[in-house]
């Protein structure tokens, strides 16, 4: 019976592991809609923040951009991508703190990042 649990164990994880589930790398337009997405919430956020915007829609708008940088799959941007990432938490985490100056850099340095990023995807394509 041990030999038998053995068979099936190696089966079953044979078809759990299969290309069949495996996830599609997402095409030019996607990782570029990504990008531009990403680019326009964190205008968003930085210009609510210039405008005195309430302290949790803008803590929303970051948490925003965070998840829809997150889209940007491309393995030559990573880097810069998670580096970015890094600059909207440190904005969030600002911004929670009631640090605004500090956000307000943090979002232009995120911003810059990002448009960077798109540079380096539309040379790269």
């Known amino acids: 019976m041990n030999t038998f649990n053995k068979i099936l164990a190696t089966v079953l994880f044979a078809l759990f592991s299969s290309s069949a589930f495996a996830v599609a790398n997402p095409t030019y337009g996607e990782v570029w809609a990504a990008i531009d997405n990403t680019i326009a919430k964190v205008e968003e956020a930085k210009s609510a923040l210039e405008n005195g915007a309430d302290k949790e829609a803008l803590i ?3 948490t925003e951009a965070r998840q829809l940088q997150k889209e940007i799959a491309n ?10 990432s890094a600059k909207l938490k440190k904005a969030r985490s600002a911004i929670k703190r009631d640090n605004l100056e500090s956000a307000q850099g943090l979002l232009v340095d995120a911003l810059n990042r990002y448009r960077e990023i798109k540079q380096l995807y539309a040379a790269s394509h």
């Open 75 to 84: 393995n030559d941007l990573d880097v810069k991508r998670n580096r970015a």
């Open 60 to 62: 929303d708008m970051v």
